[in-house]
């Protein structure tokens, strides 16, 4: 079975850092696309970076570039979030997600993603 589980979350204040883990287990990460994906109150689920496991690309949302970095562990099992610059509006419930590449439509759109971990609150405040 896939399996996803994040970690890392919490209150930090504007300017500061977390960094997020997703654990993940059942697959290998060659194939497959691996995101972050985010949630505020009242806002529609919103996809933050994404790793490509056939190329070990990554990619970030204007928002985010320059502050925010996707990576993996040398043993492709665990992807990373770092977050550095929070800022208040970066507050929102973070979700790991993955899909096959094969099966991927739209990478921006939450509901192309199969597998989801559960959600890890971070809290920026200002």
């Known amino acids: 079975d896939v399996q996803l589980q994040a970690s890392g979350g919490g209150l930090v204040q504007a300017g500061g850092s977390l960094r997020l883990s997703c654990a993940a287990s059942?697959?290998?990460?060659?194939?497959?696309?691996i995101a972050w994906f985010r949630q505020a109150p009242g806002k529609e689920r919103e996809g933050v970076s994404y790793?490509?496991?056939?190329?070990?690309?990554?990619y970030s949302i204007d928002s985010v570039k320059g502050r925010f970095a996707i990576s993996t562990d040398r043993a492709r099992t665990t992807v990373y979030l770092q977050m550095n610059s929070l800022k208040p509006e970066d507050t929102a419930v973070y979700y790991c997600?993955?899909?096959?590449?094969?099966?991927?439509?739209?990478?921006?759109?939450?509901?192309?993603?199969?597998?989801w971990g559960q959600g890890t609150l971070v809290t920026v405040s200002s």
């Open positions: 059942g697959f290998t990460f060659d194939d497959y696309v």
């Open positions: 790793f490509f496991g056939s190329n070990g690309e990554t």
């Open positions: 997600a993955a899909v096959h590449e094969g099966g991927i439509t739209h990478i921006a759109d939450h509901e192309s993603f199969d597998y």
